[in-house]
Structure formats: structure tokens, C-alpha cells
């Protein structure tokens, strides 16, 4: 043999080293938590979830609660020994809920009708159209979000007085009926979509309205939804704003009615928190119906096939 290939067969072969005890502990524990970690982490949700639904499921059980049974106890009772609807049709009988509801659904319809057509066209504009100014009135929308809604509460009142639309439900829709938020919303899922959509609906010869209307709007209705569902509740549960504009009760909203249950004459906690799930519940059946595109809102901007 040659000296190449002796020195080929004394030069001893590599191999690969066998995972030691530490890496194996490691790769069989990967992705898996502790005892510690998962008590933890379930302690940490049930806290947060006390936190966030012990309030409503408080009020649920005060709300069917009999006049018989003490509320006020030192050790308190989560749950009604004698479950009863009898507070449910007290309210109906102390005030006019149907007619509060109606006034409520009223200004909510024209919030969110408002907000769907105005922030959805304001945030096209802002983020497919070029025009003199654009990063101006960008500004300016984001500029609004950094007043409070109470800091011009008195011009909104003054405008609203000078229109002659004091005391009327289109007086107390008309500053909701478009928010900033929302606008910044629909120009941040409009802003996500390929230029290319755009470019190949110009070269088809659509306009401005067509490329909004058949191919953008499309692709931003889980945004829409999230903004329709905001809108909803905003109006549903203003207080302060119907309480400044409104002074006749045939014209108050159900947040107004709902301070009758609690006054001079009647002070029962049991019916209070009764009207409050009635107040409730239509912001669950609104929520209930567009809940599937709710959670798809911030993932808006892809195109879909």
C-alpha cells in the first residue's frame, strides 16, 4: 500500500455524538408547562375572569332575586335561593321600557349607519386616494383622539342648539353618527390591501366609487362589523350626552328611563339591576349576530380568493 493510504486508514472516522441526558430532557419537555406554570396561568384567568364578569353576573343575580331574600347580608349570596321574573315585570310596570327602548334604537341605527358609510368612505380616501392636504387631514383625525369626548361636549351643544335640534333624538345621534376612531380604523385595513387591486381596476376603467364599492369594501367587512359593533354600544350606552340634550320624557333614551327606578319613590336595587339586564340584552343579540367577523377585524387586508 501506498503512504496515502495508510495515513486514509489510520485516521479514525467521526461520529455523531449521542444526545446527552440534558438535551433529551429537553426535547421531550418542549412545548409542555410545569405543575407551577399551569397554576399559575389558571389562577391569572379566573382572576381576570372574576374581574370582568363578577360585576354582570352580580347584577344577573340580584335581578332575580325575590323581595324576600336580604341583599344587603354580611356573607353575600351569589345565587337566588328562589329564582324570579317578578323584578322583570315590576320595571315594565314603573316605567315605559318599550318606549325608552325604541328611542334607543332609534339613535343607535343612525350612530352606526352614520359611522358604516361615513368612516368607511373618510378612510378610502384617506388611504387608496391621493389628493392636496391628505396628510393633513390624516393629522387632524388623529389629533381628535387625543381630547376627551367631555371637552367639547358644550361647542357639540351649542352647534346642536343653533340647528334647533335640542330635545330631539337626531340631536343626540348627529356627533356620534362619525368618530375618529373609526375613520383611522377603515384607513388602516383599506391601507393593508395590495396596490395591485387598484392598479388592474384602473386599467379596467373603474372609477373611484366602483374600486371602493366592488373590491375594496369586500375585503374590509370584518373591520366594518367591529366598527358597527362599537358604534352600537357607544350609543346604546351614552348617558351623559341624552341627558344634556333631552328634557322631554317621552324623548328619553333607556340609560334616561332607567334613573325613575332609582329615586324618591322607588330606590330597590332588585329592579335596578332588572333594568340594567334589560339594557343588556340587545347589545348581546347585536354582538351575537356579528360576533363571527368581529374577531377578523384587525386581521383585515388580505386578499380573498
Known amino acids: 500500500m501506498s503512504a496515502s493510504t495508510d495515513q486514509r486508514l489510520d485516521t479514525p472516522t467521526t461520529t455523531a455524538p449521542e444526545p446527552g441526558p440534558a438535551r433529551r430532557r429537553r426535547s421531550a419537555t418542549f412545548g409542555t408547562m410545569s405543575l407551577k406554570e399551569k397554576v399559575g396561568r389558571y389562577v391569572l384567568l379566573f382572576f381576570v375572569l372574576f374581574i370582568s364578569m363578577g360585576p ?7 335581578s332575580l332575586k325575590s323581595t324576600s331574600e336580604d341583599i344587603y347580608t354580611k356573607i353575600p349570596q351569589p345565587w337566588p335561593s328562589e329564582p324570579t321574573l317578578d323584578n322583570y315585570a315590576r320595571v315594565l310596570d314603573t316605567i315605559p321600557v318599550w318606549s325608552f327602548i325604541a328611542n334607543s334604537l332609534f339613535v343607535a341605527v343612525l350612530a352606526v349607519g352614520g359611522n358604516v358609510i361615513f368612516s368607511t368612505l373618510a378612510g378610502f380616501a384617506l388611504a387608496r386616494l391621493r389628493f392636496r392636504g391628505q396628510k393633513i387631514a390624516l393629522g387632524l383625525f388623529l389629533a381628535t383622539l387625543i381630547l376627551p369626548g367631555e371637552a367639547t361636549i358644550i361647542a357639540n351643544f351649542v352647534t346642536i342648539r343653533n340647528l334647533g335640534l335640542s330635545d330631539t333624538l337626531l340631536g343626540v345621534a348627529l356627533p356620534g353618527m362619525i368618530a375618529a376612531l373609526n375613520v383611522l380604523l377603515m384607513y388602516n385595513a383599506f391601507r393593508q390591501l395590495p396596490g395591485e387591486i387598484d392598479q388592474a381596476a384602473i386599467i379596467d376603467g373603474a372609477n373611484a ?3 371602493f364599492w366592488n373590491v375594496a369594501l369586500p375585503s374590509v367587512k370584518g373591520t366594518v362589523s367591529v366598527i358597527a359593533i362599537f358604534s352600537f354600544i357607544g350609543a346604546w350606552d351614552d348617558f351623559l350626552w341624552p341627558l344634556i340634550v333631552l328634557t322631554s320624557p317621552d324623548q328619553f333614551t333607556l340609560t334616561i328611563g332607567l334613573q325613575y327606578l332609582s329615586g324618591t319613590f322607588s330606590n330597590d336595587q332588585r329592579m335596578i339591576a332588572a333594568g340594567s339586564m334589560i339594557a343588556f340584552i340587545p347589545i348581546a343579540i347585536v354582538f351575537a349576530v356579528l360576533q363571527r367577523h368581529f374577531f377578523k377585524g384587525v386581521e ?6
Open 209 to 211: 366609487f366602483q374600486r
Open 300 to 305: 383585515e387586508g388580505g386578499v380573498k380568493g
Open 56 to 62: 354582570f353576573l352580580w347584577q344577573l343575580s340580584t
